[in-house]
C-alpha cells in the first residue's frame, strides 16, 4: 500500500494547508519543466500529484485514513481511481518543458471604494442634517464571509494548471526560443476551483443589495466636501475587507445668499430717503430674522458686516460674517406731488441750507410711490 503522507513528506496530523503547501514544493521540484521530463521524475511528479488528489480532499483523506486504498476504491465517490486517470490524468499534456511558471497571488483584496453625490439646499448645508443615501453595491456572503465556500471546505488546487494558474510554453526552432504564457481557464489563473461553492451566494462570495446609508453632514459643510464612510464601499475580494463610501456635497445655489468660504454676502435695498435719513430694516439670515441700522447719509454700495451670522466652520465653533451690500432704489416715475417737493429740496440744497421738515415729507412722499 502507497504511503501518500510519506510521497507528499507530511506527517498524518497535517493540516489541509501544510498538506497544500507541500503538493506545491514538491510539484515545482518535480515539474516536467525543470527536470526536463527524465522517467524517474516524472514517476515521482504523478505520485507526488496522486497523492495530493486523496490527502488534498478532506472526505478522501478521512476514507483513506480509516480504510487504506480500498476505502477509497470502495467508495460511491470514487471516478474510477486507478494511478493516474484521476482529474490529474491529463496535465503532462499541458507541459512543455523549459520556462517556470511564477507563483500566483491569491491574495485578499479589499473591496474598491464607492463615491455618491448628495445635493443639498444652503440652509441644510448651514444647520447639518443626517441624510439617507441609497448606495446599490455587493456585499460579503453573510453565509460563507465572502469565501464563496460551503462550510467547512476549502479550495482545491486547480488540476488543470496544477494550481500554477497558467501555462507556460516554450518552443525551439532554428530562429531561436519562443516562450509564451497563457493563463489557465478552468482557474482563471487563480490556481484554485472551488467544488464545494456556499449554496447562499452560489459560490460567487457576495450578493447584490441596495445599502440604505445615513450619512451625518455636519453643518458648515461646504460645495465639494467628501464624507468618508469607512467600510460601506464594494466588498473585498477572497476574504479581504470592504471599500468606503465616499458621499460628495454639492450644495444648491441660494436665491439670496452667495457663499464664499465660512463668510455669506448679499444684498440689501433701502429707498433714497432712507439712505439720505436712515432706517433700520429687517434682514432674513439663515438663522432667522436680523435687523440692521442703516446709518443717515448711507451710500449704494455700502457694505454692512454682521459678525457671526455667516456659515458655521465644520466640527467647530468658528462662524463667519454675513456681509450686506446696500442698494438704493431710486423711484422711476415721480407723481406731481413728488416732483414738486424734489425740486423744493433741491432749491433748499442750492441754497446750502434745509427748511425742517422738508425731508420727512418728501420721505413720505417718495414712499407711496415705491
Ligand atoms: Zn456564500
Ligand atoms: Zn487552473
Known sequence: MKDYYAILGVSRDADQEQIKKAYRRLARRYHPDVTGGDRESEARFKEINEAYEILGDPEKRHRYDLFGEEGLAASPFD?????FTSPFGDIFNLFFGGGQGRARTSAPRR???????????LEEAYSGKIHVVEVPRHESCPQCGGSGLEKGYGHDLCPDCGGEGRFTRTRRSAFGTFTSTTTCR????????????????????????????EVD???????????????RGEAGQLGGPPGDLFVEVRIKEHGAFARHGRDLHAMVSVDMVEAALGTEIAIPTLDGEERLRVPPGSQPGDVFRLRGKGMPEVRSRARGDLYLTLEVRIPERLTAEQKRLLREFQQLQDRGGEAPGIVERLRKAVKQKA
Open 79 to 83: 471516478r474510477g481511481f486507478d494511478g
Open 111 to 121: 473591496g474598491s471604494d464607492l463615491l455618491a453625490v448628495v445635493e443639498l439646499e
Open 186 to 213: 478552468r482557474c482563471g489563473g487563480s490556481g484554485e476551483i472551488n467544488t464545494h461553492p456556499c449554496g447562499f451566494c452560489e459560490g460567487r462570495g457576495v450578493r447584490e443589495i441596495v445599502d440604505r446609508v
Open 217 to 231: 453632514i455636519p453643518a458648515g459643510v461646504d460645495d465639494g466636501d467628501r464624507i468618508r464612510i469607512s467600510g
